[in-house]
């Protein structure tokens, strides 16, 4: 089969012959790949640098996709940490971490949408009790994951929701994906009183962030929940001490091993329903895998999807 293989950390995938993969376990089976996201956690495996990385080399990217199985039916799936991913003609399922798709399902659309929709739906599903009518600030919010918890947000009930981030062109296109406000990262103090903040960047920004909302927060014993997703801006954030002291501040992470894979489970069958119903505005532009290098040097802010 052909495949994107990755032979040395820093370097792209190269489009080239592979072995084709095989079911060992007995819960295992081989499908064929029909779409796979080129998500930033993709990118972070490929080089490395992702906390799940084992050093492994070669490697096959891709940590989940569309595929076609034995018996027909379309399957979303979630790969566990391997290195025969999803950027392939084939690979190996566990069908019990995935799930069965609508014959008519666009494999394009769901393989842009879930990984970049799953991180705020999981978080504010899963690891916080997030109520209707509560404010919500995402930083990073420019971004492919960023656009989806706006919307991801607003369709659990958020009353009031900001998007931050640097570009300030970029922020005024989030209003009609449902944000009420939209703030540069030096006037988060602006938004001070929010109850939820979904950090996508993480870094300096998360630090300055703290300081500032905490310092301008009208009442500092009302809770504020900070959901660390991703960290764009940077691995480390120097967050001071006393913002945990003074104000009722919560830092929580979302993320593979803060949330177990049956609750990811359960919750893959809503989102797909939301997406194949079109609820979501999911920006995907197809490349096919053969292109694979040319598709790791684009950014046109659209989710790459590779198609064998």
């Excluded at 300081?211 to 504020?224: G, L, N, Q, W, Y």
């Excluded at 660390?228 to 801006?233: K, L, N, R």
């Excluded at 079109?278 to 046109?300: H, Y």
Aim: proline share 7%.
């Amino acid at each position: 089969m052909h495949a994107a293989v990755v032979h040395s950390f820093g370097t792209p995938p190269r489009y080239e012959q592979f072995s084709d993969p095989i079911a060992r376990g007995k819960n295992e089976v081989v499908v064929d790949v029909l779409a796979a996201g080129l998500h930033p956690r993709v990118r972070s495996q490929a080089d490395g640098s992702h906390y799940t990385s084992t050093g492994e080399l070669p490697l096959i990217p891709g940590i989940d996709g569309v595929v076609r199985g034995p018996d027909g039916r379309l399957r979303y799936t979630i790969l566990d940490e391997t290195s025969l991913g999803t950027l392939a003609e084939r690979t190996v399922i566990e069908p019990d971490r995935s799930i069965v798709l609508p014959k008519d399902v666009d494999p394009v659309i769901v393989a842009a949408a879930m990984n970049p929709a799953m991180s705020s739906w999981v978080a504010l599903r899963r690891r916080i009790d997030f109520k209707r009518g509560q404010s919500v600030l995402i930083l990073g919010a420019t971004g492919n994951a960023g656009r989806m918890a706006i919307q991801v947000a607003k369709k659990f009930g958020a009353a009031h929701v900001i998007g931050a981030g640097r570009n300030t062109a970029a922020l005024q296109a989030l209003r009609p994906l449902g944000a009420d406000e939209v703030l540069p990262l030096d006037q988060l103090a602006e938004a001070a009183n929010v109850d939820v903040v979904i950090d996508y960047l993480w870094g300096e920004p998360a630090a300055a962030g703290v300081v500032d909302m905490i310092t301008a927060r009208k009442e500092r014993s009302d809770p504020i929940t900070w959901i660390q997703i991703g960290s764009v801006a940077g691995p480390t954030s120097p967050i001071p001490s006393a913002a945990l002291r003074a104000a009722r501040l919560q830092i929580v992470g979302s993320g593979i091993g803060s949330v177990p894979g049956r609750d990811w489970l359960k919750e893959l069958p809503k989102l797909v329903h939301a997406i194949t119903k079109g609820e979501f505005d999911v920006r995907s532009k197809a490349m096919p895998l053969k292109d694979v290098e040319q598709a790791w040097c684009t950014n046109t802010g659209d989710r790459m999807v590779l198609v064998p």
